[in-house]
């Protein structure tokens, strides 16, 4: 599953519009409407802002694992 397709999953999965995900993590809402078209590509800090807000790992987020589950930060 490609990044739009996780993205677009995860914001359905948390009941969330494009509007209130892009709040959420400091985004416009046309943004988020482009990373799910796949027209545009989001920067590391939108990445991680992404997926600490839906608590999922980063290769979750652009496809390269099928497990969600985040690293552990270390203490």
Known sequence: MSF???LM?????FHLT???LAEAV???ER???YYEQGQRSPNMETLIAL??????SIDYLVGRSDDPTPPRKES
């Open 9 to 13: 999953t995860l914001r359905s999965r």
């Open 31 to 33: 943004l988020v409407y």
């Open 4 to 6: 739009p397709e996780r």
């Open 26 to 28: 400091g985004l416009s």
């Open 18 to 20: 494009k509007k209130a």
């Open 51 to 56: 997926a600490d807000f839906f608590d999922v």
